[in-house]
């Protein structure tokens, strides 16, 4: 059995929530992080859940949009000072060029601070990274650039990781089965129109690709603040279509798969 620990659970623009980030215990005190959220705030959100910077070890990044690389230059300006800490980043091939520019421009020489405890690995979709007793495979998705999702399995146990995508068959081919679907959802299926330009997903989609995968549950992440929908009607939306328990993911939230 695995432990999904949500650091962050809004959209670019949301004010109420960290932006996105998760956390998976690994053996022997390690963590493992998707995405890192958006400026420091991934380093306040891993106090808050106990995990110890020097803990993180790997750090799998789905694409290059601000709201899930920014806090990537504080996560390794921190670690840089941690003399145990090391720290290994997957990603695709165009996703590490640009967070790498990225470090060059903002916080030049920061690759140089952490020398070779810091590694880089580019990531093929479909080939599965084994880190102890887990296995990551990466997948392609349909977002408006090049982006990941995660199929992560832990002997029988297995969470899918979908948080920005439009909807499409590769993440209902790699969820069969799965014991959780973590699912971007944009708004209602009232708005599909403007969640689609935007390379995003409904309630009602995420529903769908749930119950099309046999998937156990489905949490929903990647939200937009409360002013600007009604949670608990995505919800609703997402269970009709799916026909399974839904959850809306929040901040610092734990999920057993």
Do not use: Y
Not at 42 to 70: C, N, Y
Not at 125 to 139: C, D, K, L, R, S
Request: with cysteine.
């Amino acid at each position: 059995m695995g432990r999904l620990i949500f650091l962050g659970t809004g959209d670019a623009l949301n004010p109420e929530r960290a932006q996105t980030s998760l956390a998976l215990p690994l053996a022997a005190d390690e963590t493992m992080l998707f995405d890192a959220s958006s400026g420091t705030v991934v380093l306040g959100r891993l106090a808050a859940a106990g995990i110890p910077l020097e803990s993180v070890r790997h750090l799998f990044v789905s694409h290059h949009h601000f709201d899930h690389v920014g806090g990537v230059a504080p996560l390794l300006t921190a670690l840089a000072a941690v003399p145990e800490a090391s720290l290994t980043v997957h990603a695709a091939p165009q996703t590490l060029r640009a967070l790498r520019d990225f470090l060059g421009l903002t916080i030049p020489g920061v690759e140089d601070w952490l020398g070779e405890r810091l590694g880089w690995h580019e990531l093929v979709p479909g080939e599965p990274i084994e880190v102890g007793e887990t296995q990551v495979t990466p997948f392609l998705m349909d977002h408006n650039l090049e982006c990941m999702g995660f199929r992560v399995t832990r002997a029988a146990s297995v969470v899918v990781l979908a948080v920005d995508t439009r909807p499409c068959r590769e993440v209902v081919e790699w969820a069969r089965g799965a014991d959780l679907l973590v699912h971007d959802t944009h708004g209602p299926q009232s708005a599909a129109e403007k969640a689609h330009a935007m390379g995003h997903s409904t309630a009602a989609e995420a529903g769908e690709a749930a119950r099309a995968a046999g998937v156990s549950r489905l949490i929903l992440t990647h939200l937009p603040s409360s002013q600007a929908v009604d949670l608990e009607a995505l919800v609703s939306e997402a269970a009709a279509a799916f026909g399974g328990p839904v959850d809306a993911a929040q901040d610092l939230a734990t999920f057993d798969f």
